[in-house]
């Protein structure tokens, strides 16, 4: 495929203009990034941006960045910067050449801050922050110029490099563009550009005790790598004046092929929150295990949950990518990893809230049978199976009178069938003193492994089951929405509308086969759901549920 032919993709906004800056050669290769500030961990709102950066440019055969827009120090860690690679590879991407951050370019930011100033297009301003706020004026009125506008440059360029040499306070004075105190747009009246900070940064040590702001670093960077397409979210869809005011006025940069921002809209997804200062709180608040509970919607969560990077880059693909603000429904995401784990998931039996079956016919020791890997595809070949006198099934496959014709698990004096094994009667059952059973008692068919009674007689319930001697014990967490309500960000105190059950634990037993399972790989337990064992604590037998079977959620 050349540069210029268009992919089997669904059509979207980015895409035709891409296509057409090709076809027009404004550009002659894509080269997109992906820009993340490492200030806590990824969520799948940036799987979606992820996927899009990445993706474009793996269609077009172009370049995607990973670049760390690290202009805060106070806010960051290294810690985020591992997580945050990992996961971009754990969804199965790969930045060109070397990782790039921010603060690789912190010279080059100083010295286009004094180009502005030699122009005479920025100035180092003293309002406090009470008097700035006061200055800048509001959406309906417009600001006033600031006392330190009319500095000379040669001054101007004196106090910026006493700025730099750590000969002011924090707080004390900012380097601001000088652009339209009257505009419209708040970005333009007069923005910040550098601001001092007694930090360390995780990059550059004790180098430097000012940092650029964000707008003025982000497009400096974006031309600086020649990214051709900036892509972010709407919500800064009125900074790109400010974007394009910087770049124009830098004699490096005030070319057609310059970047260029274009907008979409950000993923919502209903019952979670996605602003990382919330995701911060509930971890700071001990209100989820970490970063990586299964509950989060970060990537982290959701790998330890059980979601495949094939499934998130199928969400990111159905969603696709729109200027319209809008809320995803969750169904979305899980008919993605329900659609793929449905495909490669191997097939196996687990009992969690379990009850002892005693197949009183049954005098041997256990037995191996064969049992289909899966059973839409037999590529997979099959697994051993035990069967034997002593068996574990769900407490609710088992009642003593069935409620009406239709009931299609285990009653007394009712025939079902063990899934991959042998139909069961029903006989007697044994309770505790509270009324709950314990043990059923049962009756067998030999003849029935594999077919149908020799008779006619039809048994159409089947129900699973662990043959009890080699049965491993396992805990089994089923996760639910972690909010109760849809949006939770709009709540005043969204913490205060977390689920009280979007985690249930329970203990039961898991085919021996299941012993070395490995972690994320999922499993689906056969009329319970799609699940994997828990990476985290890969000593224990800890499984996670994915996803259950169905959509039980949107019936509710
Ligand atoms: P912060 O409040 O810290 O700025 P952020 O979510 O914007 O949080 P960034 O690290 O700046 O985090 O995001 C990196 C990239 O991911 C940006 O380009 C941003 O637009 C994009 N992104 C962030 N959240 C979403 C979302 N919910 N949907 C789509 N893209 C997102
Ligand atoms: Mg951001």
Redesign the pocket.
Same mark, same amino acid.
């Given at each position: 495929m050349s540069n210029n032919e268009t992919v089997d993709r669904p059509v979207n906004f980015i895409r035709n203009i891409i296509n057409d800056d090709l076809a027009n050669h404004k550009h002659e290769q894509v080269h997109t990034r992906?820009?993340?500030?490492?200030?806590?961990y990824l969520? &799948?709102?940036?799987a979606?941006? &992820?996927c899009l950066n990445f993706g474009l440019a793996e269609d077009y055969k172009g370049l995607c960045n990973l670049r760390f827009?690290d202009t805060n120090p106070a806010k960051e860690d290294m810690e985020y910067v591992d997580s945050i690679k990992q996961d971009v590879q754990w969804l199965g991407f790969q930045w060109a050449g070397d990782i790039c951050y921010s603060s690789n370019y912190f010279d080059q930011f100083y010295a286009y801050a004094t180009e502005l100033i030699e122009k005479g297009l920025a100035y180092v301003c003293f309002l406090n922050s009470e008097e700035s706020r006061e200055y800048r004026g509001s959406l309906k009125e417009p600001g006033k110029d600031s006392p330190c506008r009319d500095t000379s440059v040669e001054e101007n360029l004196a106090l910026f490099s006493k700025m730099k040499n750590g000969e002011f306070k924090e707080g004390e004075c900012v380097l601001r563009a000088k652009i339209d105190m009257a505009s419209s747009f708040m970005c333009m009246r007069d923005p910040t550009l550098y601001r001092v900070r007694f930090e360390t940064h995780h990059q550059t040590g004790d180098k430097w005790c000012i940092y650029p702001m964000y707008d003025f670093a982000h497009c400096i960077s974006d031309a600086i790598e020649h990214i051709t397409h900036s892509?972010?979210?709407l919500e800064?869809q009125d900074n790109r004046r400010l974007y394009d005011w910087v770049l124009d006025h830098l004699d490096d940069f005030s070319k057609p092929d310059r970047p260029h921002q274009y907008e979409?809209?950000?993923?919502?997804l209903e019952y979670t929150v996605?602003?990382?200062?919330k995701l911060h709180q509930l971890v700071d608040d001990k209100l989820v295990e970490g970063w990586n509970d299964p509950r989060m919607p970060t990537i982290s969560g959701m790998r330890r949950r059980g979601y495949t990077p094939a499934s998130i880059r199928d969400f990111a693909e159905r969603i696709g990518i729109s200027k319209v603000d809008s809320m995803t429904e969750m169904g979305i995401l899980e008919a993605a990893v329900r659609d793929d784990l449905n495909k490669v998931a191997p097939r196996s039996m687990a009992v969690l809230d379990p009850i002892k079956l005693v197949i009183e016919n049954y005098e041997s020791e256990p037995e191996v049978l064969m049992a289909p890997i899966h059973p839409q595809n037999e590529e997979m070949g099959k697994r051993e199976i035990l069967f034997g006198r002593e068996v574990y099934i769900d407490r609710a496959d088992f009642t003593e009178v069935a409620p009406n014709g239709k009931f299609m698990r285990l009653a007394l004096d009712k025939e079902v069938r063990l899934r991959n094994a042998y139909v069961i009667k029903g006989v007697r059952a044994e309770y505790d003193a509270d009324g709950n059973v314990t043990t059923v008692y049962c009756t067998y068919d030999p003849d029935t492994h594999g077919k149908n009674p020799a008779d006619g007689r039809k048994v159409k319930g089947v129900i699973h089951f662990v043959e009890a001697s080699k049965a491993i014990p396992a805990e089994f967490r089923l996760y639910d929405r972690l909010f109760t309500v849809e949006n939770p960000a709009k709540e005043d105190d969204f913490e205060s509308v977390i689920n009280p059950e979007s985690l249930t634990i329970k203990n039961g037993f898991v085919e021996p086969g299941l012993l070395n399972s490995e972690p994320e790989k999922a499993y689906q337990f056969e009329r319970e759901g799609y699940f994997c064992r828990d990476n985290q604590s890969v000593d224990k037998q800890i499984y996670n549920r994915t996803v259950a079977l169905r959509d039980t959620w949107s019936a509710k």
């Open positions: 992906f820009p993340p500030e490492p200030n806590g969520h &799948i709102g940036h979606k941006s &992820i827009d892509l972010c979210t800064f979409f809209s950000r993923l919502n996605m602003s990382k200062r």
